[in-house]
């Protein structure tokens, strides 16, 4: 399948949220190895995610190699007391595996795009005809790189943790200027987040603000706030990926491993097929079910033209009597014929 094909594909399946778009998020995960960071892939492909998602950058794109105290992480996160360059010398992907690992994704059958965080990394990531670019949340008030990057023509799906909705807009009118695809995710800047924090009822508010599919980019732990993102109307969850959080490493402690993502895929998928349509018409099962309904029965014998009472006639279970609704109208009536024990009371018993 060409890379424009897939475009389209991937945009119809977040406009009509027809199937939840499930995005496995490698991030550092890899530790600095190719090897890890392909088993990562295979793995991803084996707990059902519908694609790959790596980060594009180098420490000196994303930052400058200074001691001063502006430039370390501060108290508060996993990352605290490191310099910025330091922690993305470690976590960064080396632009030489990106094509490994897009050739390895494509033969497992799954999207792969990154997130790029400057313009030199949209240039490097075009050679590998993305299905799509990721914004991070940090980079939701770059409106140049945005603008750069909705020029591609490619999708956008756009994290917007710590933006207000006056940032949002601002982002979102970049996108729809260059009318290119826009997915927007829910997303809370912290890592981990608390389960508190998510305010997953913002899903359906982004999804009504600005005319757009909506998802989910989740740090929490577990899998239980993406599932009930769905069921709020997410299309896209995103997900961090790990081997194992027993291997140290800036992203792990929040990351999903590969029996919780299956687990979490597995759980989106149910959900999917609960939430259906608004119904009212009784399924097959539902139908034979009415058997077992309370219904009026004779629960004594009764003559003709004896008095039908709460005593002997009652609303029991099966369902082959008159509605229980109409035992008023039949107590103090009398009957029209004997009527045995255990009789379904009918009109016809009745006068």
Same mark, same amino acid.
């Given at each position: 399948?060409?890379g ?5 594909? %991937?945009t119809h399946n977040?406009q009509?949220a027809?199937?939840?778009y499930i =995005? ?7 530790n600095?190895?190719i090897?890890t960071?392909?088993?990562?892939l ?13 980060q594009?950058?180098?420490?000196d794109? %994303?930052?400058? !190699?200074?001691?001063?105290d ?8 996993l990352w605290?007391g490191r310099?910025?360059?330091?922690l993305y ?8 595996w ?8 494509k033969e497992?059958?799954m999207?792969?795009f990154?997130t ?6 949209v ?6 005809d993305?299905?799509? #670019? ?9 409106l140049?790189?945005?603008? #750069? ?7 956008i =799906? ?8 006056s940032?949002i807009?601002?982002? @979102?009118?970049? @996108?729809?200027a260059?009318?290119?695809?826009l ?7 912290? #890592? ?5 924090? %998510?305010?997953?009822r913002t =899903? ?15 740090h929490t ?5 993406p ?7 997410a ?5 961090h990926?790990t081997?194992?959080?027993e291997?140290?490493?800036? !992203?792990?402690?929040?990351s ?6 299956k687990? %979490?895929?597995?759980?989106?998928? @149910? ?6 349509k608004?119904? #009212?018409?009784?399924t097959?099962?539902?139908q034979?079910s ?9 629960v004594? !014998?009764i ?6 009472t709460e005593?002997n006639v009652?609303s029991?279970r099966?369902?082959?009597?008159l509605?229980?609704k109409h035992?008023?109208?039949v ?5 029209s014929?004997r @009527?045995?024990?255990g009789t379904?009371?009918a009109?016809t018993?009745v006068r």
């Open positions: 399948m060409n424009m094909n897939r475009q389209n594909l %991937m977040l009509t027809s199937k939840t =995005i496995a998020e490698v991030s550092a995960n890899h600095g190895k090897d960071a392909k088993e990562c295979r793995s991803i492909q084996l707990a059902g995610a519908d694609a790959v998602k790596l594009t950058y180098t420490p794109t %994303m930052t400058l !190699d200074c001691d001063s502006v430039f370390r992480v501060g108290e508060g996160t605290a310099t910025l360059h330091d010398a470690e976590a960064h992907t080396p632009w030489e990106h094509g490994e690992l897009f050739a390895l994704a497992l059958g999207d792969c990154s790029p965080f400057d313009r030199t990394a240039d490097f990531l075009e050679q590998f993305p299905p799509a #670019y990721k914004i991070a949340s940090f980079e939701l008030v770059d140049p790189l945005i603008q #750069y990057v909705a020029s591609k023509g490619r999708p =799906i756009m994290s917007t943790g710590m933006g207000s909705l940032e807009a601002e982002a @979102v009118a970049v @996108v729809k260059a009318d290119v695809p997915t927007l995710l829910k997303c809370t800047s912290a #890592y981990p987040s608390p389960p508190e924090s %998510m305010n997953l =899903i359906p508010h982004l999804a009504e603000a600005f005319g757009v599919p909506t998802g989910l980019s989740d732990l577990g899998t239980a706030v599932v009930a993102a769905v069921a709020l109307g299309c896209v969850i995103e997900k990926f081997l194992s959080r291997t140290p490493g800036p !992203d792990s402690a929040f999903l491993e590969p029996h919780e993502f687990e %979490m895929v597995d759980a989106v998928r @149910v959900t999917e097929k609960a939430l259906g608004v119904n #009212y018409e009784l097959d099962k539902e034979a009415k058997s077992f309904r309370r219904s009026l029965f004779a004594e !014998d003559e003709a033209g004896e008095r039908l005593k009652r029991i099966p369902g082959s009597g509605p229980p035992l008023p109208t107590v103090g009536r009398c009957a014929q @009527v045995a024990r379904p009371l009109w018993h």
